[in-house]
Every structure is written in structure tokens, then in C-alpha cells.
């Protein structure tokens, strides 16, 4: 690979998308300056962009090219970030590059066209914060860089073999879903947490964190011949996770449990498949990288609203009988009636529930992979899967209340971000935290 590749980044599908275009644009063959805002939406099966001077129609899509990538930027209004999570709230947001739309149902999608490294600039200021220490910004960008690449190859190949990507399993016993990729067939990636968030350029972008993506330029992790999907979450909770206890049942062999702090293991360290061991886990509060409440190293990787979370390394939530079984019916469509019992029926090597086993009064089911328990669990996403349920003051077979206690925050695969930042201030360099998450992988320039 020779050239800086561009990305495809789908930000927003609506029955109307408002933007302004600042500066000269190209519109679909149409030279026009303005700084006016336009809508664009459905009408008579074409793609309508009006302003107050201007209606323009277009049959399937129409792409709207700067004329200069630095100079000129689009704005979208009502961009909405993490979603499905508790922070959730829309933003107008602004972008370089190019803008195109196209129709999707009776919707508009509106995706973002642009470089890869401009796009790496804005992944690291709104993952990480521009303050975080250089080596932690270097390891990101490559990360990133290289889940982005694994990403591009695997949509060609599943677009070329026409492979159909079912992330479901479910038998009358059964119901198991992994989230990745079936929601992206028309671009590259989304914009928001079940990717990598990306918000353009309506964060600042400090001088360090171009730094680090021009310093990494092009770099990326391999294993073997082939590119590392470099998986990342926010805190592993002291071990990280398989890949395949997450996603599809496929082996990644530098993907695989890392305990999460200086010391040598020989892999049977914390042996959190069994139920004993990470009952013991959870319930203590192991040395590790991420176990910290420095706030200034906190700040280098949760943004404000990731900060209103006061706990993740260890967390703890209360739910009465009545407040857990309507969430499960809302989030999981089946009425279990009363919750009688949670039995776990399979755990990763981070303690991470793979397969939950919910017992009710009208039905039992086991659910998995590790988000859907998660999703079934709490109003947006239970912070992780690595957890224990305990029924409190049981009434003729019917607990009244159920406690739930937790480590970490996210899916636990890869790096973990807390526990980087950590490594960072430590002083380990962005090779150094690269191979502790990333074992026997290996740092190379493609272009």
C-alpha cells in the first residue's frame, strides 16, 4: 500500500439532514459558493438539496468535495453520539472532507469522505484527550490505524465472496448475538462508540495529538501477514478478554488474556473461567494498571461525560424485582415473569460473562455474547459483563431485590485505555504498551 487511503464514515442516517457547506464546494459537477445552510431530503424517490435561493434534485446520491481539505469544513446538526448509551445527546458537528449522501429506504444517509489520518486526528481527540502523554497518543493512533485497515479489508472480503454475516445464534434454549459488523455494508465505519468515535473536527485538535499521528504515520500492528483488528476498551478490569468470547467464534491469537500489570504470568494467573475465582475477583480489588483514581490520568482517556462515571474498575447497581424484570422484557422482547435466578453458564478468561442463564416464573433462557448481556441488563449498557448477580430477601422462591457487582468498563479486548494511560505516565514507551495487550504482534509502515 503505497498512497494514503481515504475512509468512508457513515455519521448520521435521518428523514432530513440539515448542514451548511463554509467555503467552495464542488457539488456533483456544481461549483457554488456559500456558506448558506441546506436540507436535504427525500422527495419523489430523488435526493432534494434546498436552501433559500436553490432546489436541486438528485437521482441515488450526490457528493459534495471541498475544494480545500484544510480551509473548507460542512456542519451537520443533529449528530447523535453515544448511542444507546447513558450519555447519549445530539451535537451539531463539523467535518472536513467530503460529504455525500445517498438514499437509504426513505431515509438520507450522509457520510463523511477523507483522509485516513485526518480521520485518525479526530479518533485520538475524541477517544483520548490531546493531554495524555505522548507514547499513550502514539500507541492509539496506531490501534486505530490498524483496526481501521482490518475493518476496510474485511468488508471487501465479505462484499467479494457475497458472504452473508449472521451474528445470531438462537435455538428454544438460546438466544446468542454478537454487534459488529452487519450494520455496515454501504461504508467503511460509523462515527459513534460501536466503532471508534469520531466527532470531525468540532473538537480541538492539539498540536500533541497531530504529533503522534504524524509521527506514526502509515504505521500499523501485524501479526504474522496480516493486520491486527487492534480491539480497545475503556478498562479491561485487571485481565482483558478474548476476542472470540465477544464476537464471531474466530481465534486472534494476539488478542487473547493479558493481566493487566507488570508482573510475568504464565497465563494461569486468575484462572477467571472458574465461577469461584472470579466471584473473588470481583469482589477484591486486584493491583493493575487500570486500577487507579488518579484523576489527571482518568482525564487523559474519559472525556466530561465518561467522567460523570464515578466507578469502573469496581462498581456496584441495585435493582428491585419489579425494576429488573421490565427492563429484561423492554430490552430482550420476552416475558420471563418474575426473576427467580441468574445462573452463569459460560465465563471468559476476564471473568466476562459469555452465556447468562436468566430463570423466571413464564420462561428460562441462556442469552449471550457479552453486550447482549450487558444490553439486557440496564437501561442503555451495563458497564461490563465481568459481573455477579446475587437475589437478596427471597419470598416464596422470588427474590425482591437483585445486587449486582462488576469490573471494568467495556468488552475488555486489547488495549485497555485506563491501564495505557497508566503505562504512559509510568514512562513505557508506545512499543512497550503495544506489546503488553498485543502479544507476539509487530509494528510495521505500510505506506
Not at 33 to 41: F, M
Not at 76 to 95: D, P, S
Not at 206 to 232: P, S, W
Not at 244 to 264: G, I, R, S
Request: aromatic share 10%; charged share 25%; net charge positive.
Amino acid at each position: 500500500m503505497e498512497s494514503t487511503p481515504n475512509i468512508h464514515v457513515g455519521i448520521l442516517k435521518n428523514r432530513q439532514v440539515d448542514f451548511s457547506l463554509v467555503g467552495k464546494f464542488n457539488i456533483s459537477g456544481l461549483s457554488i459558493d456559500c456558506e448558506n445552510r441546506y436540507t436535504a431530503k427525500i422527495s419523489n424517490n430523488k435526493i432534494v438539496l434546498t436552501n433559500n435561493r436553490n432546489t436541486i434534485e438528485f437521482d441515488e446520491e450526490v457528493l459534495l468535495t471541498p475544494s480545500s481539505l484544510t480551509d473548507n469544513y460542512f456542519e451537520l446538526n443533529e449528530v447523535t453520539i453515544g448511542i444507546g448509551f447513558h450519555w447519549e445527546q445530539k451535537e451539531t458537528q463539523k467535518f472536513q472532507g467530503s460529504l455525500k449522501f445517498f438514499k437509504s429506504g426513505n431515509k438520507i444517509q450522509a457520510i463523511n469522505i477523507l483522509p485516513i489520518e485526518n480521520y485518525l486526528v479526530s479518533v485520538i481527540s475524541s477517544e483520548m484527550s490531546a493531554n495524555s502523554s505522548l507514547n499513550l497518543l502514539k500507541a492509539h493512533a496506531i490501534i486505530s490505524r490498524s483496526w481501521l485497515l482490518a475493518q476496510i479489508k474485511k468488508r471487501n472480503v465479505l462484499n467479494k465472496n457475497q458472504t452473508k454475516y449472521n451474528p445470531v445464534y438462537k435455538t428454544k434454549n438460546e438466544y446468542i448475538r454478537w454487534y459488529d459488523r452487519e450494520d455496515h455494508t454501504l461504508f467503511d465505519v460509523c462515527a459513534d462508540d460501536h466503532c471508534q468515535r469520531y466527532q470531525g473536527i468540532t473538537k480541538a485538535q492539539k498540536q500533541n495529538v497531530k504529533k503522534a499521528v504524524h509521527e506514526t504515520f502509515g504505521k500499523v500492528l501485524m501479526y504474522g501477514n496480516g493486520i491486527c483488528d487492534a480491539r480497545f476498551s475503556k478498562c479491561c478490569g485487571g485481565v482483558t478478554e478474548l476476542f472470540e468470547n465477544c464476537w464471531e467464534p474466530e481465534k486472534h491469537p494476539y488478542l487473547t488474556k493479558v493481566v493487566d500489570n507488570a508482573e510475568p504470568d504464565n497465563g494461569t494467573k486468575y484462572n477467571l473461567t472458574n465461577e469461584a475465582n472470579t466471584v473473588d475477583f470481583i469482589n477484591s480489588a486486584p493491583k493493575a494498571f487500570c486500577n487507579t483514581n488518579n484523576k489527571n490520568i482518568l482525564k487523559q482517556v474519559l472525556n466530561d461525560y465518561d467522567l460523570l462515571s464515578k466507578k469502573f474498575y469496581r462498581w456496584q447497581i441495585e435493582y428491585s424485582q419489579k425494576e429488573l424484570n421490565t427492563l429484561i422484557k423492554e430490552k430482550s422482547g420476552i416475558d420471563f415473569g418474575d426473576i427467580i435466578d441468574f445462573i452463569p453458564v459460560e465465563r471468559g478468561e476476564s471473568g466476562r460473562l459469555v452465556k447468562l442463564k436468566i430463570i423466571g416464573t413464564k420462561k428460562t433462557l441462556t442469552v449471550g455474547k457479552e453486550l447482549e448481556i450487558r444490553r439486557w441488563l440496564s437501561k442503555s449498557h451495563l458497564y461490563s459483563s465481568a459481573i455477579t448477580i446475587k437475589p437478596l430477601n427471597v419470598k416464596n422462591n422470588i427474590p425482591e431485590k437483585f445486587i449486582i457487582k462488576g469490573a471494568g468498563w467495556g468488552h475488555g479486548v486489547g488495549l485497555c485505555q485506563i491501564g495505557a494511560a497508566v503505562m504512559g505516565e509510568k514512562g513505557y514507551g508506545y512499543n512497550e504498551i503495544l506489546a503488553h495487550y498485543y502479544k507476539n504482534s509487530k509494528i510495521k509502515k505500510l505506506y
